[in-house]
């Protein structure tokens, strides 16, 4: 029992990870985040729902069309949600992702209607058995994932000139610019980026739940908790974060029911806060 | 008075209204009621709170436990239910405090999920998903929504009188200018916390008459959407107008009604409402109106009869000993000794990087020093900032009024003793204009009366004459004597040496953070150990470098830029020739490293051409002009701190196609041999003068057709500067063209073939290197005025 749910914690809290890079993206280069994460993550599943079951696409052409429309929906909630706000010196960009997440939200649930699907997939339905734990390839699969997105964040942004440019205007944007450097475009890319990878996330969990227009608000929630206990520059204390969120939260279920859960998981991020305004993994910006 | 009238019109219509409108009535009183709660944490104190239908939840289910559970009638269980739900946000307030922006957002959210959870959870109590059913509303219906309306009508008079009263302004200054506040003894923690009392307290009322409106709550009452609806209430109507969540609450009710065959997409619609809001008119619609009232109603001036002014002070003065502080093992201030005593001006001149307004942030206790003291006789101590910060969104007349409370929330901050002080400093605008629209020079003027009405022993000015023409600077050192004269120590950091030779008891010299002289003015202009602080040693005599011939390369005709409302070139024009190197010479804050700024895209010229072989690069942005060939090494080096010097150079080069990384670095390290064991160590970790070598070569790297060069001896060790400058002696004599911005002018003028003098954002003297030498300390230590000979 508890092992079945430490494995389905440790996939929850990989997609929290996933997300939750890329607030780290974005936050790092330029001070904001899209706070409606969770719709990007919305919007993979369903593009992917619509194309792999509507048009019965095979998943290899459905997924990187669908990731590649959650990149185009980052780049739009930077020119419209952020970038306008950001030029006044306004910090009105917070307010304004939130209400360009539920436009889409609630265009999805037009479109898409207000019935969960399911996404069928063969990696979710037949477990793997160890003795008394059944666990489905797919749950394997998207800490894997993490892992492999992590590592291939890390080495591109040591080993690639995009990651050194991104480095130098996460540093010093002004000096960035001064070597020729279009922090703006890079500021967009990272918007594009993390609204991929939250679509990733989207896609790996949906066949473990259901597709839904509302799916990615509680996902987007706790995932910008595990950004900020993660330190949200700090890309490996992200990654921790999110699978300790995951494990204490389907320890938490087994023990105490699932609603106990976010009450508990919740008031820790809140003292969590209290105790360490910088994150937990890391450090990050603290009101003086 | 109009809000409260306003609010029983309200109620008595509410006892005739047919039920269903009473009802929908009574909603809209209550949503306003939460929004003006959520108006006193977003409008007064600029903070956002996703979790607002936390507090609805609370009062909702306070009123309905303590009425079914308890048995206490309605009144006492909405008292009830309104204080809990203000303790709980009072405790939410700690966690709050310490974070702000996302961390914040984050809190408030997972408060909001909590509530919403518990409510479900915790069955037994709060009859879990299916809720409570049969609150007892004492006064049915149309009783309730009276109440509603008579409440809401209280509540709005009550927001009204608060944003005028001392914490309310209070609240809104800590929330526009964090540090000015600070300066006048306003603490952020009580202002903040209190902020989320009241804002916790109206959502807690708020949402105990809702449940008494419809007899039920439930979990799904407030949904997390509920929220955004409430910030959507405050956005839309204006936040930080008191009529804002009245009329962001009526288009909330009205919008359904109107929308009833759209219903499900109410939320769309709300959503793409708030973004448009949030876009064209960041005011509300609260917001706009009171732009056009503004305008109707010009002309009728505030009067207030002024008095009191400048109140003469006994027995003040201030006495700093080995004041020192370090960063990052470099001593900014190395123990500097201080004494201004009553009724005179002290000045601290230096320059640029000296340490100066480090210094002020010490004695102010802006920033905590490493080693010595601080003594303020006979009083407190005030200050001003090198920015002028004015409280944005206040009138002229609330912030000298917040300075005579001094932070106090209770007390007399009689409005004729701040027009009065405001008379004295020479303000002579409207008392109700706003800080944030006020023209530079009565932003300083402001700045000044502010710091004045907290009565101080002792007032610290950090550039107080930056962005002044000649009359308001000789009206301000006016101002300084009356000061002076009433008995305060004044101690005045300024460039302007006109002023401050003109109007100091005496002067102290600081350089890289050590008093290098002290004395009269006319004692420390003559001293020669000032003149090459200044200046540089004189040792070398000027080029004689031939300008070259031929049409220029880099062209730089009639700019004029700089920060906001603040203009600092005034029409600059320059000329360089391809091989050749321009000096840009001219005193502190005259505006040569604006000038820099403006020719490498990082500030836009207002007016005026920066032509590049021909090429308009004018209002390019910054990295478009460094494509093209117009190379920025900035002021203060700016290496990227935590990439290795490999790195760095190797950024240099971004924009090249035909980089070759191994013999191109290896060129450099052959230029820079200092820099060869330091290649993978972060840049961050070298000293000053290695730091520089690399920013040169970063920029060289970028192979540049002009190389502009900001202060690159600033900060540097003599001899380190002197070896920087033999290496860009070298690279002028390799036909590099360069322009070069130098405090030390005699290094400079040793390799320009020709140069020009700023002062004043103008240029007041251009030509061959070796006539630019004469006139240059009068330019910098102020005494004959220097001619223009352009």
Known sequence: MLETALVSGLGSGSVYGLIALGFTLTFAVSGTVNFAQGSSMMLGAVVCHALAVGWRWPYAAAVPVALVACALWGAVVERLAVRPFVRRGSDAWLMATVALGIVLDNAVMALFGKEP?????????????????????????????????????????????????????????????????????????????????????????????????????????????????????????????????????????????SGATQIITFSAVILALAAAPAGVFGRGRVRV | MIKLLLGVAAAALC??????????????????????????????????????????????????????????????????????????????????????????????????FIVDNAAVEWASLTGGASGLSGVPAPMGTRGMAALSCGL?????????????????????????????????GIGALPVRTLAFVLAAAAGGLAGGLMVGLTGFVAPSSFPFSTSILLLLVVVVGGAGKVWGPVLGAVAVAALPEALSGLAEYRLLVFGALLLAVLWVAPGGIAGGLEAAWRRVRRGRALVVAPSGGLVPVRGGGLDVRGLAVSFGGVAAVAGVDLVAPPGRITSV?????????????????????????????????????????????????NTVRLGLLRGRWRGAAPASEAAGLLAAVGYAGPLEALGGTLPHGDRRRLELARALATRPAVLLLDEPAAGLDAPDTRRLGEVLRRVAAAGVAVVLVEHDMDLVMGVSDSVVVLDAGRVIARGAP????????????????????????????????????????????LGVLQGVSLAVRGGETAAVLGANGAGKTTLMKALAGLIRPSAGSVRLAGVELSGRPAHAVARAGLVL????????????????????????????????????????PKLRPLLTRPAGLLSGGEQQMLAVARGLLARPRVLLLDEPSLGLAPAVAEALLEQLAALAAEGMTLVIVDQLADGVLAIAAHGIVLGGGEVVRAGPADGLRAGLEAAYLGGEVACSTV
């Open chain 1, 117 to 257: 699907r399911s996404l069928p997939s063969s990696l979710a339905d037949e477990p793997i058995v160890w003795g008394e734990v059944g666990v489905f390839p797919l749950q394997l699969l998207i800490p894997a994932v993490l892992l492999a997105v992590a590592l291939g964040l890390h080495w591109a942004l040591r080993r690639t000139g995009l990651g050194l440019r991104l480095r130098a205007a996460v540093e010093n944007a002004d000096a960035a610019r001064l070597m020729g450097i279009d922090v703006v475009r890079l500021v967009a890319l990272t918007f594009a980026a993390a609204a991929a990878l939250a679509g990733l996330g989207g896609i790996l969990v949906a066949p473990l739940f259901n597709v839904a227009y509302d799916m990615g608000t509680l996902f987007g929630v706790k995932a910008f908790a595990v950004a900020i206990l993660g330190g949200l520059t700090r890309p490996w204390g992200v990654v921790a974060a999110g699978l300790a969120y995951g494990l204490v939260e389907a320890g938490t279920t087994v023990w105490l029911g």
């Open chain 2, 15 to 112: 006892l005739i209204l047919p039920g269903y409108w009473a009802y929908v009535a009574g909603t809209v009183a209550a949503t306003v009621i939460v929004g003006a709660g959520l108006n006193v944490l977003l409008g007064l104190a600029g903070e956002v709170s996703l979790g607002h239908a936390g507090f609805l939840a609370l009062g909702a289910y306070g009123v309905a436990l303590l009425e079914l559970r308890a048995g206490l009638p309605f009144g006492v269980a909405l008292v009830l239910a309104t204080a809990g739900a203000a303790a709980v946000g009072a405790a939410l307030s700690v966690p709050a405090l310490r974070v702000s922006g996302p961390y914040l957002a984050m809190v408030t959210i997972a408060f909001g």
């Open chain 2, 152 to 184: 809401a009508g209280a509540v709005l008079a009550a927001w009204a009188w608060f944003a005028r009263s001392p914490a309310g302004l209070a609240m809104q200054a800590v929330a526009q200018a964090p540090a000015a506040a600070r300066s006048i």
């Open chain 2, 349 to 397: 001149i230096g320059p640029n990087g000296a340490g100066k307004t480090t210094l002020l942030n010490l004695i102010s206790g802006f920033q905590p020093s490493d080693a010595g003291e601080v003594v303020v006789h006979g009083g407190t101590l005030a200050r001003t900032f090198q920015t002028a910060q004015p409280f944005a969104g206040l009138s002229v007349l």
């Open chain 2, 522 to 565: 006319e004692v420390v202009r003559a001293d020669p150990a000032v003149r090459a602080a200044y200046l540089g040693s004189g040792a070398k005599p000027p080029s004689a470098r031939r300008m070259a011939p031929g049409a220029a390369l880099l062209e730089v005709a009639g700019v004029r830029a700089g920060y906001g409302g």
């Open chain 2, 633 to 672: 090494v900035p002021e203060g080096r700016q290496v990227f701190p935590r990439l290795t010097v490999a790195e760095n150079m190797r950024l240099g080069a971004t924009t090249r196609r035909d980089f070759l990384p191994g013999p191109e670095i290896e060129a450099m390290l052959v230029r820079f």
